[in-house]
């Protein structure tokens, strides 16, 4: 198969982005350009992504983006293979205007449109930096996912587990919110517990301990919150509490879902563990995940940070590997708030990516 080049754009939370990929599946591509623009210092103020103001920014700011993605690429629309966009799941404002442009750009230029499921781009990563075989065991871990999976192929999943309340993110922000951090809290939390004793407070750790890979967090951040309601912490301890705590549930749930995914492919020799979502950017986390594979005879891969949270290369890639396939869309593909995986998910992960302003 010759190389494709592919612009995608990625516009489904509070980053709006595009990139240029090159590459054939099953990988690793070459990253031509990846532009990141953080709405983080609109929604400051409120703790939370709010929907609104993600929207505008990103009609404000993406066509400057996509030009600057495709000149820094040294490249020009006319050469293109396809132009792909995250057509969901997460904020319909946000999709809505990242996919519309992609199809009004196809349609100006007769390019191949592609409408890219954000999931399967955070899945599809570590094909574009390591170019992994299928299958392997995908733990997504962001602000709005929280899922265990095997990746089989393109559009093949199969669903081991996801959080039946908060994604693990979603509960570092608002374990940061009470505790007074800045969002996102994520890396404040990890920034604290580096001084703090994770026994000073004795937390649930939900689910741990059960059959299945299901994930459970909001049993944690109500602890949490007592915690701090009934006394005055120690902020530090809270943290390494709470990261260790969140560190035992991953882990365990992980290994439930590596039993199941073995059982699955008893044929296969070489097991691996991909990692992706902006809590992947954890150390206690990735320690926790390294012990596990390293007891369990895994290879554990995480790709770099600036590839595990939202990015436009990963909606670029996915783009590649399905154009390459000859899946693509018209214009007339309809953007989704919700968008599982696995259908057999039957919509429990949450619909919008991280919002504390919701609950
Ligand atoms: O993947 P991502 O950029 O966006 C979503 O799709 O949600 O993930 C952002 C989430 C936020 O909840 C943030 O607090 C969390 O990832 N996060 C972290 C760390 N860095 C980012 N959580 C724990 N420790 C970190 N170092
Ligand atoms: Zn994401």
Request: proline content about 6%; hydrophobic content about 45%; glycine content about 10%.
């Amino acid at each position: 198969m010759r190389d494709w080049t592919v612009l995608g754009i990625e516009t489904s939370c509070d980053e709006t982005a595009a990139a240029v990929v090159r590459g054939s599946a099953p990988g690793p591509g070459v990253i031509l350009s990846n532009i990141i623009f953080s709405q983080l210092e609109a929604h400051r103020p409120f703790g939370g992504v709010v929907p609104e103001i993600a929207a505008r920014a990103h009609v404000e700011r993406l066509d400057e983006i996509i030009e600057t993605a495709i000149g820094e690429a040294g490249t020009e629309i006319a050469s293109l293979d396809a132009i792909a966009a995250t057509a969901g799941p997460g904020l319909i404002g946000g999709v809505m205007v990242g996919l519309t442009t992609a199809k009004a750009l196809a349609l100006a230029t007769g390019k191949p449109l592609i409408a890219v499921n954000h999931l399967e781009a955070h899945a599809l990563t570590a094909r574009l930096t390591r170019g992994v075989a299928f299958p392997f065991l995908l733990l997504l871990i962001s602000g709005g996912h929280c899922q265990l999976l095997a990746v089989e192929g393109i559009g093949a999943f199969r669903l081991y587990g996801t959080t039946i309340d908060d994604a693990v993110g979603e509960a570092f922000d608002k374990v940061a919110k009470l505790m007074g951090l800045p969002y996102p809290g994520g890396p404040r939390i990890e920034e604290l517990a580096r001084n703090g004793r994770a026994s000073r407070y004795a937390l649930p750790k939900p689910m741990a301990g059960r059959s299945g890979a299901d994930f459970s967090f909001s049993g944690l951040k109500t602890a949490a919150r007592q915690i701090v309601r009934s006394e005055h912490p120690n902020r530090a301890a809270l943290a390494a509490s709470f990261q260790e705590a969140v560190v035992t549930c991953l882990v365990d749930r992980t290994s439930n879902a590596i039993a199941a995914f073995r059982a699955d492919h008893a044929d296969l020799d070489n097991l691996t563990l991909v990692v992706a979502g902006g809590v992947a950017a954890n150390l206690a986390v990735r320690e926790g995940l390294t012990r596990l594979c390293a007891r369990e005879d895994l290879r554990l891969i995480v790709p770099p940070p600036r590839l595990c949270t939202d990015n436009a290369a990963m909606v670029a890639w996915a783009g590649l590997e399905r154009g390459q396939l000859g899946l693509l869309d018209s214009a007339g593909v309809a953007p989704r708030a919700r968008w599982p995986l696995d259908a057999r998910d039957g919509g429990r992960n949450p619909a919008a990516p991280n919002s504390s302003l919701t609950s």
